[in-house]
């Protein structure tokens, strides 16, 4: 029994390990895959909110209404998700913003979200959507992903009578927006446990399945030769071959006429035997006739 064990653990690790490494290995890849698409959806959303609220600011701008806008601006910046919200000049200074500590405060264009446009000598104007997102963590260390929408200088903004603005300017201001990342961490995380879960289950329904045919095809089936074996060895010549594969029949089969051989030759050499001792008695009946005489 010892023996068969060690042959269903050699067939089972080899196999559990395969799929295992196998199932581990297409889970963070898809993991890594889905991860990708998630941030960039969240990152096309927030460009689109970005350009909703240029839009919906824009009447604002246009009408030099500031307090409208600071209302506007504070208004957004007091939904759930938003971690600031504010509104730059050209020369990089805060003119609204939810927090109205940071108004009127300049920032360095070498920081992240702004290096992006002013890396070369002349600032780019349009960035692609990847280039206007950041992933940071905020004074209260909470992960944010901040976006940076540039307002543009259109012919409604400087053919405006109360406004001052050259046609040769393409660029007004900008609008950073910065939203919490925890729903998608969450969402990440909830993946993460479907994904070990679903290992866990391939790999419980793998390992099972396999120690099943196991079972059946070689654990069985090599159980029922052992014993057809032993009675065999016994003698027991009229023993039922066990049911099974192929190989497995065609081993008995062979046992069975192994069998089967060794009795008849044991049966001859019994005879054998016989009409030796037969021949050894009636020699020794000759001498001794022969010494009376």
Request: with cysteine; charged share 25%.
């Amino acid at each position: 029994m010892s023996t068969l064990k060690t042959i269903v653990s050699r067939a089972l690790v080899p196999v559990g390990l395969t799929v295992t490494g196998f199932v581990i290995v297409c889970s963070i890849l898809l993991y890594s895959f889905v991860k990708q698409d998630l941030i960039q959806d969240t990152i096309q959303r927030e460009i689109q909110l970005a350009d909703i609220i240029v839009k919906a600011t824009r009447y604002s701008m246009l009408k030099d209404d500031r307090e409208s806008l600071r209302q506007t601006i504070n208004d957004i910046g007091g939904q759930k998700g938003v971690e600031h919200v504010r509104i730059f000049n050209k020369r990089g200074v805060i003119m609204f913003s939810a927090h109205e500590e940071e108004v009127l405060q300049m920032l360095d264009k070498e920081v992240a979200g702004c290096i992006e446009c002013h890396a070369g000598e002349v600032p780019a104007v349009h960035l692609g959507p990847m280039d206007q997102a950041r992933e940071f963590k905020n004074e209260q260390g909470k992960p944010v992903i901040a976006i940076t929408a540039a307002v543009y200088n259109e012919p409604s903004c400087y053919t405006g009578a109360c406004h001052v603005h050259s046609p040769d300017e393409q660029i007004l201001g900008t609008l950073d927006i910065g939203m919490s990342q925890a729903p998608l961490l969450q969402s990440l995380a909830t993946l993460r446990i479907r994904l070990i879960i679903f290992c866990l289950m391939v790999m419980v329904l793998t390992v099972g399945g396999v120690i099943a045919l196991l079972r059946r095809n070689v654990l069985l089936p090599v159980r029922q030769l052992v014993y057809f074996a032993d009675r065999i060895s016994d003698g027991d010549l009229k023993a039922q071959e066990p049911e099974g594969t192929e190989e497995v029949a065609s081993l008995a089969a062979n046992f069975k006429r192994l069998a089967q051989d060794r009795h008849q030759c044991d049966v001859k050499l019994e005879e054998l035997q016989k009409r030796i001792d037969d021949l050894t008695r009636e020699i020794k009946a000759r001498e001794n006739a022969s010494k009376s005489l």
